[in-house]
């Protein structure tokens, strides 16, 4: 079956801009997660969703926001960039939200902010 | 909350060399474990995870055991190839739901 897919790959975008991230989790999967991979910093983790709602969200100031469509799909949006706010967006999906469950990662979407 | 220690790299092998990957954790309760592996220019791929205390998660030649005593999750795999270059990341839940915590990853860089 087909994987997390995410679109675009990658975008270069100026700073002052706003930017809108898709993910379409795998089938069957409701939980969907955002995390913002940098060399500085590595892995840290955005935000959560389960069936539309937001479960969890990480330490990102509120320029950083998402949602999740009925179908599971969702999307992540960053306004006003910022240089720093370039990096590889990673999005995983999960079959439930048991914290035993593992998590599929897409390629992910480079951004970046010139 | 949750939280794990991974050695830093980069790791640097002559290919059928051995290789281990430290990994420690602190957690409440017995979490999941996970292996991630990233190749270049990739997202994340789930290597291998562990439910539970003793429990070995193993694939592509690579194993981890989850050792509540010492409380790691060390990597190994016994003849290391070119194409194991990449970077892993040893990973737990960080509480309830599906966040994960990552280790800063290891950059593994294995010579023909």
């Known amino acids: 079956k087909a994987g997390v897919t995410q679109t675009p790959r990658y975008l270069i975008k100026t700073r002052g801009q706003q930017v809108t991230l898709s993910c379409s989790p795998i089938?069957?999967?409701?939980?969907v997660s955002w995390y913002q991979q940098t060399p500085g910093q590595g892995l840290q983790f955005l935000f959560e969703?389960?069936?539309?709602?937001?479960?969890n969200k990480g330490n990102f100031p509120g320029r950083f926001s998402g949602r999740q469509f009925s179908n599971s799909r969702s999307e992540m949006n960053v306004s006003t960039l910022e240089l720093g706010d370039s990096a590889l967006y990673l999005c995983?999906?999960?079959?439930?939200?048991?914290?035993?469950?593992?998590?599929?990662f897409g390629q992910g979407t480079r951004l970046t902010v010139v | 909350g949750n939280s794990v220690t991974q050695m830093e790299g980069p790791v640097t092998l002559s290919e059928e060399a051995f290789l281990t990957i430290n990994c420690t954790y602190t957690a409440t309760g017995y979490p999941s474990l996970f292996w991630y592996v990233q190749y270049p220019g990739e997202g994340l791929q789930l290597l291998l995870k562990a439910t539970k205390a003793d429990d070995k998660g193993s694939n592509k030649g690579f194993e981890a055991t989850y050792r509540k005593e010492t409380t790691s999750f060390h990597l190994e795999k016994g003849s290391v190839q070119v194409s194991d270059s990449a970077v892993y990341f040893c990973?737990?839940?960080?509480?309830?739901?599906?966040?994960?915590?990552f280790g800063g990853g290891t950059r593994v860089l294995v010579k023909p």
């Open positions: 089938s069957g999967h409701r939980s």
């Open positions: 990973a737990l839940p960080k509480a309830a739901g599906n966040k994960l915590t």
């Open positions: 969703y389960f069936s539309e709602t937001q479960r």
């Open positions: 995983a999906s999960s079959l439930a939200t048991d914290m035993n469950t593992e998590a599929f």
